[in-house]
């Protein structure tokens, strides 16, 4: 282990003992990390800094930004520590990250999916079980990936069926309740689970093959070799371009306001409760979806005449 990976171990324990989560972050400064063996750099500067956050020219220059933003945080921890470090000003990449449009999956292209699913292949036979469970949760709930990996077996309830999420993206805990249908197909993957793991490893509700809490990383590349199966991403490069598992969280979004928009109910007073559902911190995030989705646009300006016109 060199000075600088020991120093990244260091700093990203130190954090994640003050509450912090580090997934990123911790991904991100080890592959700054490998930049730097590469280079034979021994100490952070400038010039390594912004090199290696603008590696990938096709990303949005917020993008930049970010990756920059993690090595000055770092560099600032370092420079207690080695005085060779050089710190990157906080002004020298600057970019406004532009919210990618929402892709609506369509029914047919749910069915394909959890149906492709169903078709993996493992030892044991769990793996179709725990990503037809996965996907078909993260569609009916809007939850986030990371919400539902984190889930343990004491979140959730599967007699009242209700979620408990815990480790949220905000800090913010919530309970999420499901549909009779969810609570008996979590039921059902739970006895699957189960049955092949008599003595799991960890608390983890969602189980991979290994009996160990399923790894991001694998969730997302088994769903691009799902999504390309069923010809809804490219196969250009390792992942592609194409629908995003985040975008079946926009789907439940926006299918609950076209609904509510469409069979007439009051979606001004209603708005918040789906914010809390998805576990937004503001309602304005909710609010976001209406200037995303052309439809929903026209469908709330619909609204609005039909009100002036009474």
């Not at 001004?268 to 995303?292: C, F, I, N």
């Amino acid at each position: 282990m060199t000075k600088l990976s020991k120093a990244v171990h260091d700093y990203v324990a130190l954090r994640r003992a003050l509450g912090f989560k580090m997934i990123e972050v911790s991904h991100s400064l080890t592959d700054f990390v490998k930049f730097a063996s590469r280079e034979r750099a021994s100490c952070i500067t400038v010039d390594l800094a912004v090199r290696w956050a603008k590696l990938s020219p096709s990303v949005q220059p917020s993008r930049w930004a970010t990756r920059l933003r993690i090595v000055r945080q770092f560099a600032e921890y370092l420079s207690t520590i080695d005085s060779r470090t050089e710190i990157p000003p906080r002004d020298l990449l600057l970019g406004k990250y532009q919210r990618k449009p929402p892709y609506l999956y369509d029914d047919g292209e749910i069915r394909q999916l959890l149906a492709e699913a169903w078709r993996m292949r493992s030892p044991t036979g769990l793996r179709a079980w725990t990503y037809a469970t996965l996907l078909g949760l993260l569609t009916v709930t809007g939850m986030r990936l990371g919400e539902t990996l984190a889930l343990d077996r004491s979140d959730v309830d599967l007699v009242e069926g209700v979620l408990s999420v815990r480790r949220t993206k905000c800090r913010k805990e919530r309970l999420v309740p499901v549909h009779e249908t969810t609570r008996l197909a979590l039921l059902r993957y739970a006895r699957v689970r189960d049955r092949v793991h008599r003595h799991p490893k960890t608390d983890a509700f969602f189980l991979a093959e290994s009996g160990l809490r399923l790894h991001h990383g694998s969730v997302r590349e088994n769903f691009v070799r799902l999504s390309r199966s069923i010809g809804i991403r490219t196969r250009v490069g390792r992942f592609g371009h194409g629908p995003r598992l985040h975008d079946l969280r926009h789907r439940l979004a926006v299918t609950t306001l076209m609904r509510w928009y469409r069979s007439g109910v009051d979606v001004e007073r209603r708005l918040p409760v789906l914010s809390t559902y998805l576990g937004h911190t503001k309602v304005t995030d909710t609010y976001w979806y209406l200037q995303a989705i052309p439809e929903l646009l026209r469908l709330a300006l619909s609204r609005v005449e039909k009100g002036a016109e009474r």
